[in-house]
């Protein structure tokens, strides 16, 4: 079997509603791992992603260990910095040709893209999805 | 947490619906990232049961309509929110776009005083309070006309919040009487809109121009206190009177410079408020009204023969005249709300917390644009009923006719004749004849000699 059959019959097997919880063996269930697929259009192919994930999560919540009790949260780490203010001028566009190059297929100065989106399809039709 | 109905299920983008974008309600597939992303994830569907367990009664048993409105105005500008490409409305394909708008690598957004100042008098001139300190967040989706794949607002700390807006209702039959309302702002924010796409359904491809991708927009999120079309076409009104008087923004529907979301819902008085839906695609004043009206029939008449109504989008077709389901493949949206990496918070100052020896092109101070701001809609209204002892129910009409109040002004100057003469002249003959010829003022023939 390859390593992608491998990989969705160990999905499909993962039906367990193991929570997800950050302390103690930080498991990923399936339902997360589709949810974030589907929304950022990345690919866990692999059981060695998810792990790098976990551990990933694991990394962060040793910041939890920290006492942040009566400290102030931090909006962004640029806070203490002046947000520029740009007068409001024309300064730049005018170069419909040089962008549109970066468009693999172009009509008339539009950019063409797929009608709508396209969902992914669900575990299970996902391997014949792979091969079309 | 506030009332029940205020829980939404964000719908996203909408995905493969076929139809040309004119600009209007395409892209804001997102009921919006603004406080109601907070209650986004929490479903409706639970209060689904609640209707469909009840048996219909016929007549006897009131409804009450619910009707909130979200507003999305183009700021009048230069250049777009954080880049400097030209804001325009008519501009060969993809030529007002810069490298940050094509979300090209490498580029980073930068904030345009103009439009922060257009926020503030916004705000200020629907009686919000203005945060002096306001965040950036991204909303992420994909679509085509989203280069980067989000949208930058503000969803965590608008720009204002807490506001309200008083309109004139036509009261009566024959329209004679006038009642003032009020609805209250939920908050105001600025952000990216999108570009446009135009759906090429006989290739099966859509075709991108991003000259609007970027343009800054003032959402205004209003509370849902309204409860018809009627309310909801008044306070449309009023705020693009208002938007046009500070020059904030042009606000003109058919050209997609404003543009409005109606939420809407139905329930007995006394008891939970209903299933919501949303209604899109309102590129006018009339069909605003007419939309809303029709949705609210349309679920009475759903839920009285034992329907329910599902929390989904719908648009209004107006040849039909009708609100119709918008397809969509996604169910709840995640945004993914995060701080926008690029951009500190945004601080204003006010004349007694102005830093000394900054630059006064890097500050924005709110005293001073309060005082600089142009005379409002309602304070002409009251001046010309002070000034010339019309009725309010006039002063109401001169506004709402584009040209008319400046053509008023003008025979007033010229002529000794009476006010009242004048008003009644204005508004009985000559407004009737405009009508009657379907003229707008700029283009009859009257001049203001008498």
Redesign the interface.
């Known amino acids: 079997m390859s390593a992608r059959a491998l990989w969705l019959a160990f999905r499909s097997g993962l039906g367990g509603r193991q929570a997800f919880s950050t302390k103690g063996s930080g498991r990923i269930t399936v339902e997360v791992i589709e ?1 974030l697929e589907r ?3 990345v690919d866990f192919g692999s059981r060695e992603a998810v792990a790098r994930l976990e551990k990933a999560i694991a990394f962060a919540d040793r910041l939890r260990e920290v006492d942040t009790d009566g400290v102030e949260p931090m ?2 780490v ?19 040709e040089e ?2 190059q ?1 468009s693999r ?1 172009v ?13 992914l399809p669900k575990l299970g039709e996902q391997e014949s999805f792979q091969h079309s | 947490m506030a009332a029940p109905m205020l829980r939404r299920v964000g719908l996203g983008r909408l995905w493969g619906f076929a139809w040309v974008d004119g600009g209007s309600g395409h892209r804001r597939g997102s009921p919006n990232g603004s406080t109601s992303s907070r209650r986004r994830e929490q479903s409706s569907v639970a209060q689904q049961p609640l209707h469909t367990a009840q048996k219909p009664r016929k007549g006897g048993h009131k409804w009450a309509a619910v009707v909130g409105l979200e507003i999305h105005a183009q700021i009048s500008s230069n250049s777009k929110l954080f880049s400097g490409s030209q804001v325009s409305f008519m501009a060969p394909p993809n030529s007002l776009v810069s490298f940050f708008d094509a979300s090209l690598p490498g580029t980073l957004p930068v904030l345009n005083r103009r439009c922060v100042e257009a926020a503030v008098m916004t705000g200020l001139a629907l009686n919000c309070h203005i945060n002096k300190k306001s965040l950036f967040d991204r909303k992420h989706y994909f679509y085509s006309d989203l280069p980067a794949g989000y949208q930058i607002t503000q969803q965590r700390l608008p720009i204002a919040a807490n506001g309200s807006l008083t309109y004139g209702v036509f009261m009566g039959n024959k329209q004679s009487r006038m009642a003032t309302k009020t609805v209250r702002i939920r908050q105001i924010q600025l952000e990216q809109d999108s570009g446009k796409s135009l759906h090429d359904d006989l290739r099966s491809q859509t075709l991108i121009d991003l000259n609007r991708a970027g343009v800054g927009l003032l959402e205004v999120v209003l509370e849902p206190d309204l409860c018809c079309g009627e309310e909801a076409a008044a306070v449309i009104k009023e705020l693009q009177l208002i938007l046009q008087a500070l020059g904030t923004s042009q606000a003109n529907m058919a050209e997609g410079q404003l543009r409005v979301d109606a939420n809407i819902s139905v329930h007995h008085p006394g008891e939970p408020l209903g299933v919501r839906t949303e209604v899109k695609n309102l590129n006018s004043i009339r069909f605003l009204a007419k939309a809303i009206d029709h949705e609210i029939q349309r679920q009475i008449n759903e839920l009285e023969s034992g329907g329910e109504i599902l929390n989904e989008t719908r648009s209004f077709d107006c040849k039909l005249g009708c609100t119709v389901p918008m397809r969509d493949k996604e169910g709840k949206q995640d945004y993914r709300f995060m701080p926008e990496p690029n951009l500190p918070p945004l601080v204003l100052y006010d004349s007694a917390s102005l830093p000394a020896g900054t630059e006064s092109q890097q500050v924005i101070n709110i005293d001073q644009i309060r005082d600089a701001l142009p005379e409002l809609p309602s304070a002409t209204r009251e001046r010309l009923v002070r000034r010339y002892g019309m009725l309010p129910e006039h002063s109401f009409t001169l506004l709402n006719e584009v040209g008319l109040l400046q053509f008023f002004q003008n025979v007033m100057k010229e002529t000794r004749a009476e006010p009242k003469k004048v008003t009644s002249w204005v508004l009985n003959t000559l407004l009737g004849y405009l009508k009657h010829h379907n003229l707008a003022v700029s283009e009859s023939s009257e001049k203001p000699h008498l």
């Open positions: 949810h929304l950022a259009l909006e962004s640029l806070e203490d910095r002046c947000l520029y203010l740009r007068s409001d001028n024309v300064a730049e566009g005018n170069c419909a962008l549109l970066n297929q009509v008339e100065e539009y950019f063409v893209a797929p009608p709508g989106n396209i969902s």
